[in-house]
């Protein structure tokens, strides 16, 4: 692969500035297409080599910066008997739920299908809703035509599947979701 100069000269730029400035000094006179990456002198780049390994050298601090959930052992959480109990007791109990609701509303399409621990729920052209178990994972994973896909854990104190990333629960996001979209409240928990 073959890296232009310029490219070369922009990552050097960028590395000096982030690591080193006072190493270089930049002369609008001599910069090409207004930027200022032709301006540095080789004499001034010369002690790099030390500071560039310390530079990599470094920790990241990616992982403190990190607004993503954190790290859990599923495996440490429950039991995979007690997991397949509360995932497959609430599969269950929203198909029975679902059902009720689907004879309660008028919905060209509605139907509801459980098979190999996968829950699918369609409501016709207001889209599909799939809720299904993941073992490994200890999570019950739902795919929403509203909010897209989410990942639930059991909480233990709360007695609920809850979406890590925002707190939000399993049973509150589908009603909140099914009487937006069907105009008709429904009552999960």
Not at 42 to 47: R, V, Y
Not at 161 to 169: D, I, L
Request: aromatic share 10%.
């Amino acid at each position: 692969m073959m890296v232009s100069k310029v490219l070369l000269q922009r990552r050097l730029f960028r590395f000096l500035q982030q690591s080193t400035p006072s190493l270089c000094s930049f002369s609008s006179s001599s910069s090409i297409d207004g930027s200022p990456f032709h301006s540095v002198k080789a004499t001034e780049i010369s002690g790099l080599s030390s500071s560039f390994r310390s530079f990599c050298s470094q920790k990241s601090n990616l992982v403190a910066e990190s607004h993503g959930p954190a790290p859990i052992d599923y495996s440490s959480l429950l039991q995979e008997a007690e997991f397949h109990r509360l995932a497959e007791s609430t599969i269950q109990g929203l198909q029975e739920k679902f059902e009720d609701y689907g004879d309660s509303i008028d919905l060209d399409g509605f139907d509801i299908d459980y098979g190999n621990d996968v829950l699918t729920v369609k409501l016709g052209e207001l889209g599909t809703y799939v809720l299904n178990k993941q073992t490994p994972n200890r999570q019950l994973w739902l795919s929403s035509p509203v909010s897209g896909p989410s990942r639930f854990d059991w909480d233990q104190d709360t007695k609920a599947w809850v979406y890590r990333r925002n707190k939000a629960k399993l049973y509150k996001i589908l009603e909140d979701e099914l009487e937006q979209l069907c105009g008709k409240p429904i009552v999960l928990s």
